[in-house]
């Protein structure tokens, strides 16, 4: 059975839920780098902006029950490949040991001309 998440705290432009939790999975859609408290969009810094983006998705998996640590496969989209490694070190710091598998994308663009876009599959 499908089960959809939408988080009230976090921004949300479209029709999509920011999660559903199906077959003992959590699919958590694309976040970009927009502090839920303030509005503030980052741009431009891959550090800060990777951590922003992994504290949002962490708010998204607790409503649905899961955690970082449940995190089994992240997909990561930057707009330039060249700042793999500032991301990279960001990400390393929040999945430390036992870092979920990854996929990372070099795009175009990506909405409002953001720079990293992040999507992640937990389990329950």
């Not at 499908?2 to 988080?7: N, S, T, Y």
């Not at 902006?49 to 504290?55: G, P, S």
């Not at 409503?63 to 997909?75: F, I, P």
């Amino acid at each position: 059975m499908k089960k959809c998440i939408d988080v009230p705290s976090l921004s949300k432009a479209g029709p999509y839920s920011h999660a559903v939790c199906g077959a003992g999975l959590v699919f958590v859609s694309g976040n970009l780098a927009i502090n839920a408290k303030t509005g503030e969009k980052i741009n431009g810094d891959i550090p800060r902006a990777t951590k922003l983006i992994l504290e949002n998705i962490e708010t998204t998996l607790k409503e649905a029950g899961s955690s970082l640590e449940k995190v089994v496969k992240t997909t990561v989209f930057l707009t330039d490949m060249g700042k793999f490694a500032e991301m990279n070190g960001a990400y390393g710091e929040i999945f430390g040991e036992n870092p979920p598998a990854r996929s990372c994308v070099g795009v175009r663009e990506l909405p409002a001309g953001f720079d990293i876009e992040i999507e992640v599959v937990a389990l329950t």
